[in-house]
């Protein structure tokens, strides 16, 4: 008789109970009656953020699978916020957007719980099945929209590419499994450590499958095509969720595999890696330059974010990691700011998505212009924002690892993603406004949930060293 | 012996294809229908309720898969082993309600209570009439 | 039997999938060939575990029969919808994002 701890999960079990009583009172709803449900997912949240504060630095450990290191519970946070911001953009869009409330909320709290899984997991196989769980649930919140065919498509799209990865990723597991009898990550580091100098193929081929699984899963190009579809036809508000949430939790299991567990096979991943985030960050940029959509072009861009996060990745250095972290907060909350602001500004027939939509928006709408401007400023790395920070951060975690020419051409390549987020600034603050019909105005919680994400993204930016020394606390207590 | 048996199976309908005579006519070649002649398509078109049926069974039928091996090992696993399976019943049972409370179980035009309200139907119901003995 | 057979026909299936994913032009197939890949990969977890003398192939298979199911249900429940826009099961009738 083991004796079971459920410490570390208790931040998930918190997030599970909230998406079972939302999907409860929507079941029990009755017609047309109206329910809090945003509010009940709120409470399951703050639980959870508040679980994991109480986790600090305790290095807890259930069953064995699930652990609860600062490196967990620094991302819990950050997607604690995702979720937060979300529910409070959805609180205003939802009646507009015919969404069907209830579901939604519970999906999305399905999937932060598979998000958090995620980032928690020491096995393999439960990461399987929390990446599974994540995904299942993005693929029906980009979907959600039956009536529209654009989300429709984008969600099987999603769907499919996503579920080809997945079995990748699984391909990648049972190789693993068979040349060391062991999903656990501990474990399954120990025996590759022992045959570094003469690898097994079967381990080479698992390094192989399981760096496909997860560049599809943080959209790095060659494997990036699912994104921008996904991206653009998903509901705005679905489409932040996803490029921040799903980017953070991939990349966590990203770092957690192949700096613990096939960290001795570095020599082999590395070289690829390079390749991937080199060519992640150009053709983000040089693709997301010609987009006209901008839910299309902030997708290319969150292809090139996600190039930067790998510059952490293989720099691998305790500041690398920590740069990562860093980044996933202030990549996090920019996002969804920005992805708000969309969301915000659509109506039910239109997305009001398409870069002329912005034309002389600081006429209609001054605050959410603003506010915009701040967010895509933050987004190019501009200084008083978490962007500028971020980049810093991560590039000279680069070129302390000695990766000089990927800073380089991070730091390029980041130069001309200046170019379109400016286009969308002067666009809103410089040109006159056309014919088209003027964007409702925007009151109450959304705007509430902006400002915070405004206060989070200004605070990052000026007074970086105290997140900053979490993020370096998170780091130094594991791999 | 995986030779031989290739050999045997795929040489018989090689040598048959090659050798036997074919004078093909419509009854010949018509489907085998209970030696009746063969009525509209086979690919008649079904109510998407047997496809939500269908998901729905796929799931929770799957889900009792995970009975067996906890039935098998009860004694071993205890208590513990039967608070677990029970937890797990219970969230299944969330789903449960979900699908019940939505109507998803309710066959029949008349217990939806949409019925008033919903949709004419779309060109998918319209052509099943196409085919078949319903002209 | 050397566990090289099972590898080998989990490759062999794991590829047919991977193919079909690529060439197929029929949305249910598409979802068959993502299940192919899914079941290849069961089969080298069954024959690593028995290579191993454990149970925990089969157990880790257990779970990825249940995730291929609930992945069906959501594929399928997709495919339905998309039908009922476009009357097609055939890819390139989805064209209202660039692929």
Redesign the interface.
Known sequence: ?TT?SFDAVIPIVCV?LAG?VV??A???RG?GEKMPLGGLAVIGLVGAAASSVLLWNRNATSFGVVTADNFALFLNLVLVAVGLMTVLITAQTADRDKLPAGEFYATALFALVGMMLMVQASDL?VM??AL?TMS?AV??MT?IR?EA??G??????Y??LG??A??FF??GV??L??TT???SLDRIGTIVASQAMAPNPLVLMAVGMLLVGFAFKVAAVPFH?WS??AY??APAVVTGFMSTGVKAAAIAGFTRVFLSALEPMIGYWAPALWVIAAATMVLGTVVGVQQTSIKRMLAYSSIAHGGYLLLGLLAGSDVGKASILFYLAAYALTNLGAFGIIALLGSYSRDNDNLRDYAGLWHSHPVLATLMALFLLSLGGFPPTAGFIAKWYVFSAAIGAGYYWLAIIGFLSSVVSVYFYLRIVVMMFMTDRDARPVPAPVTGIALAGLALSLAGVLYLGVLPSQVIEWAQASVATIF | MVALGAVVGLGGLVISGLVGPSNPTPEKEAAYECGMPPVGDARERQSVKFYLIAMIFLLFDIEVAFLYPWAMAMRDLGWPGLLQITLFFAILVVGYAYIWRKGVLDWGPESDPDYKHAPRPGPAVIKRYRYGTRH | MPIGYYLALSGVLFAIGAAGVFLRRNLITLLLSVEIMLNAVNLSFVAFGRQQGSVDGQIITFFVMTVAAAEAAVGLALVIALFRHRESLNPEAFTSLKW
């Not at chain 1, 429709?152 to 799209?157: N, V």
């Open positions: 008789m079971y599970i079972l999907m409860l929507e079941a029990f017609r196989l399987f099945l599974e299942i693929y029906v979907g039956r065919v654009n429709t498509e984008a969600a099987f799209k769907f499919l579920a080809f997945s079995a699984l391909y049972a190789f499994y068979g009898g062991s999903t095509m921008p579809d653009e036809g």
